[in-house]
C-alpha cells in the first residue's frame, strides 16, 4: 500500500535544467531515508544521491556540484534539482525510500516506476 511516483523527467539540451519530484503516499509510519538512482540504457542502476531523516546528503562524484538532493518531510516528497547537464545524465530515475509501515514494523525499502531524462547535446 506504498506508493512512489516520480515526475519531472523529459527532453533538455545539455547545459539545462531539471526538476524531479517523487511523491510517496499510502500506510507510512516514517521515512528513513530517501535516495534517487538511475539506469542508463545497458548499464546497472547506480546511486545519484541520498538524504537521510535528519537532513544528511551524499552524492555520486559524478554529480557532485551539479545536483541537489532535497526532502520535504511534512509531505513525503523528494526532489532532485539536476542543473548543468550532460549527455551522460541520461537515463530512467528512480525514486527509493526506505520506511516503516508500522511504528514496530522493520525498514523495508520501496521503488518507484522511474523517470525517463534524456539530455541531448
Known amino acids: 500500500q506504498v506508493q512512489l511516483v516520480e515526475s519531472g523527467g523529459g527532453l533538455v539540451q545539455a547545459g539545462g535544467s531539471l526538476r524531479l519530484s517523487c511523491v510517496a503516499s499510502?500506510?507510512?509510519?516514517?521515512?528513513?531515508?530517501m535516495a534517487w538512482y538511475r539506469q542508463a540504457p545497458g548499464k546497472q542502476r547506480e546511486l545519484v544521491a541520498t538524504i537521510t531523516s535528519g537532513g544528511n546528503t551524499n552524492y555520486a562524484d559524478s554529480v557532485k556540484g551539479r545536483f541537489t538532493i532535497s526532502r520535504d518531510s511534512a509531505n513525503n516528497t523528494l526532489y532532485l534539482q539536476m542543473n548543468s547537464l550532460k549527455p551522460e545524465d541520461t537515463g530512467v530515475y528512480y525514486c527509493?525510500?526506505?520506511?516503516?509501515?508500522?511504528?514496530?514494523?522493520?525498514?523495508?525499502?520501496?521503488w518507484g516506476q522511474g523517470t525517463q531524462v534524456t539530455v541531448s547535446l
Open positions: 527509493k525510500a526506505v520506511l516503516q509501515v508500522h511504528i514496530w514494523s522493520s525498514l523495508y525499502a520501496y
Open positions: 499510502g500506510r507510512i509510519s516514517s521515512i528513513n531515508h
